[in-house]
């Protein structure tokens, strides 16, 4: 899916500015006015390529297009409804809801009436591409009452502070888009969880035009789609060492100083992310509720037992008070410490976080929000268990009713 979608640059492979500041209306002109360039880019390139796949129908020989084509004309995965599901993608009823969401970041700008036929055209084919190439770490709600909005969920990747966190994106495509890119707000609940993304919820990445780029890492309106904004958020914002996504700070990385810098930025992640969570178990967004409860049953006790393994690796275990016969000379030596993974040189890193250097102020912090978390954890897993057994025993009934019918 990296691929096929195409990734936009965040802000740290900007040379024309090291203000951390900029993400705003200057960095904004400068996107519109390259994009309108749009230059051969990675994805046009890829749009002529094809690769051999077994078909539903056993023809060995079925080529499938691997990116969507030109505006105008249709996709071999809308066309043919044969194709095998990993190339289908998702359907895209699942992705529907009735009506938007009153608590939506962008619910009040609404313009519909400013909407023409050409754009509605634009809106459904994004539609399809989302649901044809999200990856399985996003998750996508889409409203047909109001097209101009959608809200996303990307799961924090594996071995980062962002690690199996659900993080919301509100989206919102205006009366002028594809002509301009989608806007975004990012769920932050007031902190700065990574350089990227604000505390005001402002996303900074050159896809958007919110920070400087050239070429094909600015919005093309033929070429870039909503899939590349999320798959660049998910492949290169939600990073392990997000420390080094600030601007200039990519030089000091293999040093002392960038890698003590790195170290404490994400432990400071680490637990913003924790409070997220918590945030976002009491209160889901609106249309969210099943994907919250499900995700933390299923994957709230690896966060926990991971959290367990920070909080108490290295530290020495408390000597029992057992009696002894006087020492005499000189104490021996303390054990050495233990290795970490990967050899003398090596750092075992869990959630982003390095197990060995990780700061005692990080352990005390995290040895506060764990209970709560484990409690919330408890309660949505139970939750969960009672609606799968619900549902079925709904199921067998019905199956016992028809059966009885027959």
């Known amino acids: 899916w990296v691929a096929r979608s195409g990734l936009s640059r965040p802000r740290r492979f900007s040379s024309s500015s090291r203000d951390p500041h900029r993400c705003g209306s200057r ?37 499938v297009r691997l990116t969507s084509r030109s505006d105008e004309e249709e996709s071999d995965q809308e066309a043919d409804p044969n194709l095998p599901r990993e190339v289908l993608g998702r359907d895209l009823a699942s992705m529907m809801r009735e009506t938007a969401p009153k608590d939506h970041q962008y619910y009040a700008q609404e313009d519909r009436q400013t909407f023409k036929p050409s754009w509605s055209k634009r809106i459904q084919r994004e539609w399809r591409i989302l649901a044809r190439g999200l990856p399985d770490d996003i998750h996508l709600r889409l409203y047909p009452d109001r097209m101009d909005i959608m809200r996303a969920a990307i799961v924090g990747p594996k071995n980062t502070p962002y690690a199996d966190a659900l993080l919301f994106f509100d989206i919102h495509l205006s009366a002028n888009y594809p002509l301009v890119p989608p806007s975004l707000k990012f769920w932050s609940f007031g902190e700065r969880l990574n350089p990227n993304l604000y505390e005001s919820g402002v996303v900074c990445l050159s896809l958007l035009g919110t920070w400087s780029g050239s070429g094909t890492e600015v919005w093309c309106p033929r070429k870039s789609t909503v899939l590349q904004v999320l798959v660049s958020i998910l492949g290169l914002v939600l990073v392990e060492e997000p420390y080094f996504n600030e601007p200039g700070f990519e030089k000091t990385r293999g040093t002392l100083q960038g890698e003590v810098q790195a170290r404490q930025y994400s432990e400071k992640a680490r637990l913003m992310t924790f409070r997220s969570m918590l945030r976002i178990m009491k209160m889901p967004p609106v249309g969210f509720e099943d994907t919250t409860r499900e995700h933390f049953a299923k994957h709230g006790q690896s966060i926990i037992e991971r959290a367990e393994k920070l909080l108490h690796h290295g530290m020495s275990p408390v000597a029992e008070a057992t009696p002894s016969a006087p020492s005499v000379g000189p104490s021996p030596p303390p054990p050495p410490p233990p290795q970490p993974a990967g050899g003398a040189g090596g750092r075992r890193r869990i959630d982003g976080i390095d197990t060995v250097a990780a700061s005692e102020g990080f352990r005390r912090e995290l040895g506060k929000v764990l209970p709560s978390f484990k409690a919330l954890q408890q309660k949505l897993a139970a939750e969960y268990e009672r609606i799968v057994a619900e549902q079925n025993a709904a199921a067998t009934a019905g199956a016992a009713a028809a059966a009885a019918q027959a």
């Open 27 to 63: 960095a904004r002109g400068e996107g519109r006015r390259s994009a309108m360039g749009c230059g051969m880019s990675f994805q046009t390139k890829r749009e002529l390529e094809t690769i051999t796949r077994p078909s539903s129908t056993g023809d060995p020989n079925r080529r």
